[in-house]
């Protein structure tokens, strides 16, 4: 049976976006034909966590209502170089724990991280949605691979916004940043856009 995964923010002790965690937990279930989803709110209380400080809660469950959790120490990643890689055919509708086919593009990759191109459009990292910048305004593509709970928020509360974003287009963004669960909307992890080290136009531009 597939195994889907969570990884949520707790930091001093309280629980983030669980809402919509919940709301992904829900669909998951729906989505397959399943009814009576297991209760995030409740697993996290049972689990007496009382530690400071910034923790993911990796949660994996399946459809008959199996869970693992883990509480890991949680320290945001700086990363040096990213990659753009192609794949056409490549579907994450829903956050399985099966990350082979990610695993095998980062590996085929000569970069830190990759940016998944999908006919012609850019989606996210192999672990994130991205946002791009122009001029003082931030946006996120439209043609994400997983609609992620940070994405969500921060399109709800007006501080990103979406739009198309292509291979030809790429290079009117200035800087870019990586959300999840785990990094929020942040001033601290801004990458300029030559850290794509194969941008359309290069000498390098997707060689694998």
Same mark, same amino acid.
């Given at each position: 049976?597939?195994?889907?995964?969570?990884?949520?923010?707790?930091?001093?002790?309280?629980?983030?976006? @669980?809402?919509?965690?919940? /709301?992904?937990?829900?669909?998951?279930?729906?989505?397959?034909? /399943?009814?009576?989803?297991?209760?995030?709110?409740?697993?996290?209380?049972?689990?007496?966590?009382?530690?400071?400080?910034?923790?993911?809660?990796?949660?994996?469950?399946?459809?008959?209502?199996?869970?693992?959790?883990?509480?890991?120490?949680? @320290?945001?990643?700086?990363?040096?170089?990213?990659?753009?890689?192609?794949?056409?055919?490549?579907?994450?509708?829903?956050?399985?724990?099966?990350?082979?086919?990610?695993?095998?593009?980062?590996?085929?990759?000569?970069?830190?991280?990759?940016?998944?191109?999908?006919?012609?459009?850019?989606?996210?990292?192999?672990?994130?949605?991205?946002?791009?910048?122009?001029?003082?305004?931030?946006?996120?593509?439209?043609?994400?691979?997983?609609?992620?709970?940070?994405?969500?928020?921060?399109?709800?509360?007006?501080?990103? /916004?979406?739009?198309?974003?292509?291979?030809?287009?790429? /290079?009117?963004?200035?800087?870019?940043?990586?959300?999840? @669960?785990?990094?929020?909307?942040?001033?601290?992890?801004?990458?300029?856009?030559?850290?794509?080290?194969?941008?359309?136009?290069?000498?390098?531009?997707?060689?694998?």
């Amino acid at each position: 049976m597939s195994q889907f995964i969570e990884s949520i923010k707790v930091e001093d002790q309280k629980i983030f976006l @669980a809402d919509l965690h919940q /709301k992904r937990i829900n669909g998951t279930f729906s989505h397959f034909g /399943k009814s009576d989803p297991i209760d995030l709110q409740k697993i996290f209380k049972h689990l007496q966590h009382n530690e400071d400080g910034l923790y993911k809660l990796r949660l994996v469950y399946d459809l008959d209502k199996k869970i693992r959790t883990q509480m890991i120490p949680y @320290a945001i990643p700086e990363i040096h170089t990213f990659q753009l890689v192609e794949n056409n055919s490549y579907d994450y509708s829903f956050k399985f724990e099966d990350r082979k086919e990610l695993d095998k593009m980062k590996m085929k990759s000569r970069s830190e991280e990759i940016i998944i191109v999908k006919n012609n459009h850019i989606t996210d990292t192999s672990f994130s949605n991205i946002l791009f910048k122009k001029g003082k305004d931030w946006f996120t593509p439209t043609t994400y691979l997983l609609n992620g709970v940070q994405r969500q928020h921060l399109l709800k509360s007006k501080k990103i /916004k979406e739009t198309e974003i292509t291979l030809q287009n790429l /290079k009117d963004f200035s800087h870019f940043q990586l959300i999840n @669960a785990m990094n929020d909307f942040d001033d601290m992890f801004i990458y300029p856009i030559d850290k794509i080290v194969n941008l359309p136009g290069s000498e390098d531009y997707l060689d694998l």
